[in-house]
């Protein structure tokens, strides 16, 4: 911290013209580009009852087989779900196309040649441009515009390390490093504007570019009808029969030694400890 | 009753999912009258499907029809509302005419279960138990989740007496929902009506034994009371004879049967042991001490 006068007078129109007007701009493109995002959004796609089926075949048997430790259902009852499953999986009932023919080789599903993965990626492409575009434009205009501008300085003392963070534009090696330039600033912006938006649109808004920029445009945001990539279900459905197998062996059932139980809880029996 | 108290009733009817039609429809009204749903903001569609769902009930298709009218205004082509007017049809016109509608809306979209749904129950109460039945395995065999589903596919085997089949729809039923005593008395009495005593004991003795709350010194209340005398129903056959009785699901019979048999006695004896109950004990006791 030096004890001499500020080295450097901004001048107040700095504040005014360029602080302000930039730091304005980047949250109304933000809001914005949120309801753009809304906007482009198609409506999930309507699936049909096989590819329901198809989808959901597999949670059948994880149901099954969370319980098989202590299961409410007596062995037989289970076996017989049990074995009903891996054969259907086996026999690919589940599958959307029906079960495959014995001679035509699998191979897994290609998400390019398949309609409905390509939407999901359009979806997140389309995304993925409004927020590219506006933050380009933003950039362009603080270079072409503000290049080499101070704009603020920042109430507390830093180390040089943050030089190449808040001094991004100005090559001078002997400015205090609480001088902000202006495409620094653009970038904190950039980085930490999620609050406001939060605030101000919500939760679950798209403002936010920078959350953007770590997900892949192939990954759609927030969920939604493409959130399951393309799955190789023959694949999902051998590898369940081998976990069924499993879970076969491990079922026992709540009702095998329940009257030992209540016995001892009436105080009819001694207790087995 | 003032328009903010009514509101409120009407807000927790929906989230505890009451079906109270009678003061749901005079709740609901008084709202209707003095506000309308307009003004409540995004609340006051929920509260127009609760109101048409409450008028159908009590039978006042008017306002049903008011309701409808509304909220076919504001979502022209929700499947929800297309839910609701079916319903209204079902109360107003010809099964015929309801399952024409309910096929048309499936031909369009196949994956909509509330509709499909629908469907079948009113296949079933035209008395097309077969189709119904039909129906409802493809149903659950898309949606497996669905617990209702499966528990009025065990009701409507049980009411054909099928209960090997009944009991296989609640054997899904429980492992959806293992956590729910209800389910298991169910599958314990419905395997008692099928005749396999021995699984039934277990499944009574189950339901007991996920009672937690309730130890030697408490006087078994509500479902324990049922469990307790469907545990008694079994062990008074078991004790007699325990080696006649064959069991479907190869379940053997319970060990120490006597024992159990005289903590059953005792436990409906206690059930009877209130103020209410005392009249009733005399009974319950000859039949006990009666073989």
Not at chain 1, 48 to 68: D, G, K
């Amino acid at each position: 911290m030096s004890s001499n006068a500020v080295s450097l007078y901004l001048d107040p129109q700095i504040r005014d013209w360029v602080l302000f007007p930039i730091t304005l701009v980047m949250i109304l493109v933000g809001i914005l580009r949120h309801y753009v995002v809304v906007l482009l959004q198609s409506p999930p796609k309507e699936q049909t009852r096989a590819a329901i089926r198809e989808q959901r075949a597999i949670s059948r048997s994880q149901i099954l087989r969370a319980t098989a430790g202590h299961s409410p259902i007596p062995p037989t009852f289970y076996t017989s779900i049990s074995q009903h499953l891996s054969s259907a999986f086996e026999a690919g009932t589940y599958l959307k196309d029906g079960p495959p023919k014995a001679n035509t080789p699998s191979t897994p599903p290609n998400p390019i040649t398949d309609p409905a993965a390509m939407d999901g990626m359009m979806a997140g492409m389309k995304t993925q441009m409004v927020m590219m575009v506006p933050q380009m434009v933003i950039m362009g205009w603080i270079n072409f515009f503000f290049q080499g501008f101070v704009l603020i300085k920042l109430p507390f003392p830093l180390t040089l390390g943050f030089k190449s963070m808040l001094q991004r534009g100005i090559e001078t090696p002997d400015m205090d490093v609480r001088w902000v330039s202006s495409l620094s600033w653009y970038f904190l912006n950039f980085f930490g504007l999620n609050g406001l938006y939060r605030l101000l649109l919500g939760n679950d808004n798209s403002a936010d570019s920078s959350r953007d920029m770590t997900a892949s445009p192939f990954a759609a945001p927030g969920g939604g009808a493409a959130a399951n990539p393309v799955q190789d279900y023959p694949k999902l459905f051998k590898a369940e029969t081998d976990n069924l197998a499993f879970a076969e062996g491990l079922h026992t059932w709540v009702g095998a030694d329940v009257e030992s139980r209540v016995l001892r809880k009436y105080r009819k029996l001694a207790p087995a400890y | 009753m003032s328009l903010q108290e009514a509101l409120h009733k009407l807000a927790s009817f929906r989230t505890n999912n009451t079906r109270d039609s009678q003061e749901t429809f005079e709740k609901g009204l008084i709202v209707l009258r003095s506000a309308g749903p307009k003004t409540l903001g995004e609340e006051g569609w929920a509260f127009l499907e609760q109101l048409m769902l409450a008028s159908v009930d009590v039978g006042r298709l008017d306002i049903a029809d008011q309701c409808l009218k509304q909220l076919n205004d504001k979502f022209p082509v929700s499947p929800r509302v297309d839910v609701l007017r079916g319903i209204l049809m079902e109360a107003t016109q010809s099964s015929s005419t309801v399952l024409a509608y309910y096929d048309e809306l499936l031909r369009i979209n196949p994956s909509n279960a509330a509709i499909w749904k629908r469907r079948i129950s009113v296949l079933r109460r035209l008395g097309k138990v077969e189709k119904a039945v039909e129906d409802l395995n493809e149903y659950l065999d898309t949606f497996y989740t669905d617990v209702e589903g499966w528990l009025e596919l065990a009701d409507i085997h049980s009411s054909c007496n099928q209960y090997t089949h009944a009991l296989q729809a609640l054997s899904h039923a429980l492992l959806l929902t293992p956590q729910n005593p209800f389910t298991f008395l169910q599958f314990a009495e419905t395997a008692y009506s099928s005749g396999d005593i021995p699984l039934a004991l277990k499944m009574f003795l189950v339901v007991i034994d996920m009672n937690e709350g309730e130890d030697e010194d408490a006087i078994p209340m509500g479902i324990s009371v049922r469990a307790w005398w469907g545990t008694k129903l079994c062990t008074r056959q078991l004790v007699v004879s325990s080696a006649s009785h064959t069991s479907h699901s190869h379940t053997p019979v319970a060990k120490n049967i006597k024992l159990i048999d005289e903590l059953a006695t005792e436990r409906v004896l206690t059930a009877y042991s209130g103020e209410q109950g005392i009249q009733a004990r005399n009974l319950v006791s000859n039949w006990m001490s009666g073989r």
